[in-house]
């Protein structure tokens, strides 16, 4: 379920909406009667999902499955820039 709020009330409610939104809600907030944000729980994502995340998008836009880690380097390294393609 989600509700929109405007900006001035998301200011002043912030730890409020904070609670609703770990309890399972989503927060569109508004200016002006627009929608211009959304306030919603992070999913934790661990290095090996990301990992495999990368994969997959790189299968799905480059049409090969190039190794994504080369020997001794890790996910911290690419994430950082320092995987060379």
């Given at each position: 379920?989600?509700?929109?709020?405007?900006?001035?009330?998301?200011?002043?409610?912030?730890?409020?909406?904070?609670?609703?939104?770990?309890?399972?809600?989503?927060?569109?907030?508004?200016?002006?009667?627009?929608?211009?944000?959304?306030?919603?729980?992070?999913?934790?994502?661990?290095?090996?999902?990301?990992a495999?995340?990368?994969?997959?998008?790189?299968?799905?836009?480059?049409?090969?499955?190039?190794?994504?880690?080369?020997?001794?380097?890790?996910?911290?390294?690419?994430?950082?820039?320092?995987?060379?393609?």
């Amino acid at each position: 379920m989600s509700q929109t709020i405007g900006i001035y009330e998301a200011k002043t409610q912030l730890s409020r909406l904070i609670d609703r939104v770990e309890a399972g809600e989503t927060i569109i907030i508004s200016r002006a009667g627009r929608p211009v944000a959304e306030l919603r729980a992070l999913t934790a994502v661990t290095p090996a999902d990301a990992a495999e995340r990368i994969r997959a998008f790189r299968r799905r836009h480059l049409n090969r499955d190039v190794p994504l880690l080369g020997e001794g380097e890790t996910l911290r390294d690419l994430v950082r820039g320092g995987h060379k393609f």
